[in-house]
Structures are given as C-alpha cells and as structure tokens.
C-alpha cells in the first residue's frame, strides 16, 4: 500500500476533534501559556535576525551558527528527557488494530516531534533571515536548515521509542536515568570550571578556534548554510539526514512489536523464608496500620505500595533530588564555598526543587493514576475525605523521604549541612506542601484525567492546569519569603520559625476549607469524575 494521505488526515483529525471537545475552558490557558513561551522564542528569533547581518568576521560568524545549530539539537533531542516529557507522541497501542501501513504511523510519528521543537524552528527562521540579509551568503545557503530539522524531527522520533523500550526493564530504566543525569550534569560542571562573569568574547573564540573541525551534523549545516565548502558540506547533510531516518525507522518498526509493558522478570521460586530487605520493606508498607485505623491506614497502604511500582513516580521521584543537586549546586557554588543566601540555604532549594517536581504526580492530579478504578471510592462505605486524607499522608510521607535523600547526597557531596539546616529544610518542605494538597486537592476532583502509570514520559496534568500553576506557585511561595524576610529584618531564627508558624496556621485552614469544598465537588460531580478518569486519551498521547 502506498502512503495514503486520507489515512494521515484521520488520524490528525480524530484528534484534533478530541482536543476542541475539551471545550473554550480548557482551550484558552493553553493559547495564554503558548503566547508567552513561543513568544520567547520569536524574540530570540528576531535578535538573531538583527544582530547576523552586522558581524564582520566570516569566521566568527560560523561559529555561532554552528553553536546555534548545536544549542538547538540539544534543546530539541536532551530537554523532554530532563523534564521526562517527550512531547505529543502516537498511541500505538490504539491504532494498530487499523490497516494503516507503518510508513504512515512513523509520518505521523516524525510530524509530532514538532512539538518538541517547535522553539527551535522559530528560532533558525530567525537565523535564516539574518543570513537572507547578508551579501555573502548564498540565497540557497538558509534552506539547508530545513534538512537539520528533519534530522532532529526523526531523531527525536527514535530516541524516544528506543527510551519508551529501556525504561520498561527494571534495573535499566534506573540506568538510564542515571545515563541521562551525568549528561545534563556535563554544562553544570562546565560553568562551575568557567563561570560566565569570567567569559570574554575574545578567549570564547580563541578556545573555539582551537577545536579541530569535524563533519557533525551541526558542523556540516553551518558551512553548507553559509556556502563555506558547500560541495563536500552539503553531500555529509544529506548522508546524517538519511542516518538520522533510518535509526528512526528502525526503533519506531521494533515499538511496532512492543507491547508497552514493563518487562518481568523471569520466574523464580519462592524462597522458604523471605530476605531481610523483603521484610524490611513489608514493615514499611504496613507501617501506616501502627499509627492509624482502618480503613485510612488501610488505604494508605495501597497508596505506597501503588506508588513505589509505578514507573512514572519512581522516574519523577529520582529525578527530585538528582537534577536538584545538579541544577543548584553550580549556581551555589561556583565562587567558592564562601557563603552566600543560595549556599546557605543549599538543602532548601533542592527540597523544594524536588517537592514541585512531585507535584506532578502527588498533587495536582492525584486520581490519575486510579483511572476507571476511581467508582469504587463512590461505592465503598467510606466517606470520600478519608481518602483523600489518605492520599495527602502518602505524599506527605514520599516528600519527607526525598527531603532525607537530598540531605543524604549533600553530605555525600561534602555539602555542609547542619541539624539546623535540615530542620529548616523539613519545615519549609512541609509548609509549602501543605499548601500544594490544599490546592491540589480541589484541583484533583474539578479537572481529572487519566494518567497512565507505567509511562514515564508523560505528564498527568493537563493544560489548563499548567497555566493555573503559573499563579498558584508564586501564591503558595508567599509565606516561606515573609518567613525569610523576617529572619532577614530581626536577624534571629526565632522570627524566622515564628513567621513560619503563622504560615502553617493560614496553610492548615486553607487546607481545611478546601478539603470541605473538595469532598462536596466531588460528591456533586462524581459521574463527571467517573467519565472523566475513564476516557481514553485519543491516539496521540501528551
């Protein structure tokens, strides 16, 4: 079967029909956080567009073309694996029972890699302009930019599906995350090594200057782009864009005959008496029954044992304390461990850092992974604030073990950190979530959506709720900075804790009144909830 057209627009449009069903509600926060993220891009855009014209040296000029190139791969193929967000991407699972030929599905596949780079495109459109207005360079030479971004388009499109696979197996997904760790940890370390008030423009390019020229895909782009040695340049820009489509075929045929789930182990049996670390870890499941009744200790339970196998919180959950030590330490101390307010309050940072990246998965939609299992809280005889009570107790008890892990690798790092500090760190992390349960809860029961547990790179909120986070975070930040302001005016840490007590009085009724208004939604709105956590995604998945 050839490729078939009308096959593509049904699927693009069966869910583009699913996305205008969510209603003008749900459509005009999404268009607000676009207008604002994509007009970013568009002002880089026209920087480039204004700023490539005026450089002289030909030389220079390569150079940032190709360190754009090179700053626009990474964002495009590095960034959703940070952020464990890969984007618009096909259900496979759902449309393979149609007669659709593979080619097909992998050129839907390639055109959904757009919404990982749509920055980029913006960006190089930019870029294109400021060497349109430039007498050297060639009319042809900009075009060669749209064979990058195929390359990047159906690179993505492979490096996902081959990730989809491996962060399926146990004991690889943790490599591979902790692969992906070191990665992002590579730019941290090189500002560290050279802070940027040390650059000068001079020295950037007397160190550029001396990497010896080698033909990446990058590289190649820059000289065909500007007309330098295009005869060899543009040959070698072709060559990675048919690399790049056959790694990316070839990982999307193999996902074809995955079947998505987590693969097992083989079967072994069972001992006659279970290890210590078994018992250990039964201990702690059971631990909620020692200090609660049922059914919220019961409930508790199942929180923690679901939650410790999904493979998407166990994803998010190491990559709380792991990129916070990452994204932080080099700003704290890439002067020297002299002090300083971020050095001083290190372990707060990334504790909160780590608590917003849960929020994901413990907060802000915290039915999502019951999906259709959700009736069953409408049918048992328990009221439905016992389970929500139950829910919070097992965030609140996965962010006290992150805060201890982050305290852990500080001190593993010989970052210093006090009791003082670690209390501090405690107290502000249990503040600020007590307010995100609060919102979260209301959140939880008026916009749910089905979140799928066994995949690690999709969000479980939806669109409108990241706009509404836009607000939330800085409201919620308010009574940790008058807490920091008081120790900052009084200069004792009595006023500091005293500040911080306040906030946990306004944090306790908040979380009181919208506990109230959580349970009376819910009950008003259950077959909304029900349908809601019970529909299907459509065939592409966020």
């Known amino acids: 079967m050839t490729l078939s057209g009308n096959q593509v627009r049904a699927i693009v449009g069966a869910q583009w029909r699913a996305w205008l069903n969510q209603g003008p509600k749900a459509q005009w926060a999404m268009w607000l956080v676009y207008l604002i993220w994509y007009g970013f891009a568009s002002t880089l855009a026209w920087a480039a567009a204004t700023v490539l014209p005026e450089i002289k040296e030909s030389a220079r000029l390569m150079q940032i073309v190709e360190l754009v190139l090179l700053a626009g791969l990474l964002y495009w193929q590095v960034i959703p694996l940070m952020l464990a967000s890969a984007g618009m991407a096909l259900d496979l699972k759902r449309l393979l029972v149609y007669p659709v ?25 930019g870029v294109s302009v400021g060497l349109w207005s430039r007498p050297d360079v060639p009319v042809w030479g900009p075009l060669f930019f749209v064979p990058y971004l195929a390359f ?10 081959l990730l989809a696979r491996l962060m399926a197996k146990r004991g690889i997904r943790e490599l591979v995350v902790l692969g992906l760790v070191t990665l ?46 295009a005869a060899w340049a543009a040959p070698l820009a072709v060559l990675w864009l048919a690399g790049g489509l056959w790694f ?7 996902g074809l005959t995955w079947d998505g789930q987590e693969t097992p182990k083989p079967a072994a049996p069972e001992p006659a008496v279970s290890s210590r670390s078994d018992g250990l870890i039964e201990k702690l499941y ?7 009744r049922d059914p919220l200790a019961m409930l508790i339970e199942k929180e923690l044992r679901f939650l410790s196998r999904a493979p998407r919180f166990r994803l998010i959950f190491f990559m709380g304390f792991s990129f916070g030590l990452i994204i932080w330490f080099p700003l704290a101390f890439r002067e020297g461990r002299q002090g300083g307010m ?5 372990l707060v940072w990334v504790s909160l850092y780590a608590t917003l990246m849960l929020g994901d998965v413990l907060f802000w939609n915290c039915f999502g992974f019951d999906r259709q ?19 919070n107790l097992a965030a609140v008890f996965f962010l006290l073990l992150e805060v201890s892990l982050v305290a852990l690798a500080c001190s593993l790092f010989r970052v210093e950190v006090t009791p003082d500090k670690v209390l501090e760190a405690f107290a502000v992390t249990l503040l600020v979530s007590l307010m995100l349960l609060a919102v979260g809860n209301l959140m939880s029961v008026r916009y749910p959506r089905p979140a799928d547990p066994s995949s690690s790179w999709r969000n479980a909120s939806g669109g409108k709720v990241q706009f509404l986070l836009l607000v939330i975070y800085p409201v919620i930040s308010v009574p940790v900075a008058l807490a920091y302001l008081a120790r900052y005016g009084f200069g004792t840490d009595l006023a500091f804790y005293s500040a911080l007590g306040c906030g946990y009085l306004v944090a306790g009724i908040t979380y009181w009144v919208s506990m109230e208004s ?19 995604e459509g065939p592409f998945g966020g």
């Open 184 to 229: 992002s940890a590579l730019p941290q370390l090189l500002l560290m090594m050279f802070p940027p008030e040390q650059w000068r423009g001079q020295q950037v390019f007397g160190f550029l200057d001396r990497i010896p020229t080698m033909p990446l895909p990058w590289t190649v782009t820059a000289h065909a782009a500007l007309g330098d040695g």
């Open 101 to 125: 030929e593979p080619s097909n599905l992998f050129l839907i596949e390639v055109l959904l890699r757009l919404s990982t780079g749509m920055e980029v495109c913006i960006v190089l459109s």
């Open 342 to 346: 971020m050095a001083e309050n290190f």
């Open 248 to 254: 990316g075929f070839r990982q999307f045929i193999k």
């Open 152 to 161: 990047n388009m159906v690179l993505s499109a492979g490096i996902r599906d």
């Open 373 to 391: 299992a959700v009736q069953a809280y409408f049918i048992v005889p328990v009221r439905f604030s016992t389970i929500l009570i139950a829910k």
């Open 286 to 292: 059971r631990a909620p029954s020692l200090l609660f």
């Open 518 to 536: 959580a349970v009376e939604y819910a009950t008003r709105s259950q077959e909304t909830a029900i349908a809601a956590l019970s529909s299907n």
